[in-house]
């Protein structure tokens, strides 16, 4: 896109106004979200891998996934699928599109609107101003750290600056708006590119030494897409503000390890089976791969399986 002269830019709120907290929906009050949109759903430095069946996955036979399946939890060397394509922004020449998020500002309203918020033109218009007046690419590619201080900035100020009483009896604290957040959106399909529709998704994770914190502590809400079922998506909360402390603590410091792990199904047979996906993560490819305030997006293309007795061919 830079080659054509595009230079994109993310300014988003994390700050849904106060009144939109009486409402009866949590997403009016989200966490890392202006509202309306979540900020890991509209940065567009997203994180992408594709895996497909390697040779160990060619080779399994129904049997073989049907002993698999009968254990308590998939072996972490049941390693039948490779990454075969991965894109990470500043990588292999990918470009990172400078994210800011201004305080005080969330998706809509007159106040504190990014279009046209009357209260947030201070920390909104010299983000407007430098998008519209850079009109070098060279120059572009320098303001991914200037943006990003922004944010620090805006995570600063709200610290000092926090809720009515009101609702901070209620247990709401300002700094918690900030708090990083990732989706990671899983999109499963066979091997000829057939959605698959009917399956079960499983985290399980080793916590860091001090720690009892599991990777289920982190998901903060999952949804099966309505209209794909075979897209589901995880939101986490990846950083976490800590009142004693008045800092934000990186949540995968808590972990050791990951492993994801994925069991689709043929619902009417047996004879069809699918080779389970497991993928082991260490710390380092935790972070790495799901990221704060990003979306990391898995195609899984998994080996389906049929048995002998979906086709024979017998002497007359």
């Known amino acids: 896109m830079a080659a054509r002269g ?3 830019y993310v300014i988003i709120g994390s700050q849904p106004a106060a009144r939109w907290f009486e409402r009866p929906i949590r997403f009016a009050k989200e966490d890392g ?10 940065n567009l430095n997203f994180c992408y891998a594709r895996f497909t069946a390697n040779s160990a996955g ?17 072996p972490t060397d049941a390693v039948y699928y490779d990454r075969v394509e991965e894109s990470l922004p500043g990588v292999d ?6 994210l800011a998020i201004p305080y005080n500002t969330a998706h ?7 279009v046209y918020g009357s209260a947030n033109r201070e920390y909104v218009e010299p983000l407007l101003q430098t998008a519209l007046e850079t009109t070098n690419i060279n120059t572009w590619r320098t303001l991914a750290r200037p943006f990003a201080d922004v944010t620090a900035a805006s995570r600063e100020e709200s610290k ?21 957040h990732a989706q990671v959106v899983i999109r499963l399909f066979d091997e000829d590119e057939r959605p698959i529709d009917d399956y079960d998704i499983y985290f399980e994770s080793e916590p860091a030494d001090g720690h009892v914190t599991a990777i289920s502590d982190l ?12 897209v589901f998506m995880f939101y986490l909360r990846t950083e976490k503000w800590d009142r004693e402390e008045e800092k934000w603590k990186d949540r995968f410091d808590e972990l050791k390890s990951l492993t994801f792990s994925i069991e689709a199904n043929e619902p009417e047979t047996d004879d069809i089976q699918y080779v389970p996906f497991v993928l082991p993560l260490d710390q380092g490819a935790i972070k790495k791969w799901i990221r704060h305030h990003t979306t990391t997006v898995m195609d899984v293309y998994m080996r389906r399986v049929p048995s002998e007795n979906v086709f024979r061919i017998f002497p007359a």
């Open 160 to 180: 000092v600056r926090g809720f009515t009483d009101r609702l901070a009896d209620r247990g709401w604290e300002r700094p918690t708006q900030y708090d990083a």
């Open 33 to 42: 979200s202006d509202g309306v949109v979540r900020v890991s759903a509209a």
């Open 93 to 98: 020449g990918r470009e990172v599109v400078p």
């Open 6 to 8: 595009v230079r994109e």
């Open 108 to 114: 809509s309203g007159s106040d504190y609107s990014v």
């Open 219 to 230: 998901i903060e809400h999952k949804h099966r897409n309505g209209v794909t079922p075979n």
């Open 58 to 74: 060619q080779k399994a036979t129904v049997r073989d996934v049907m002993d698999l399946r009968k254990l308590a939890h998939l």
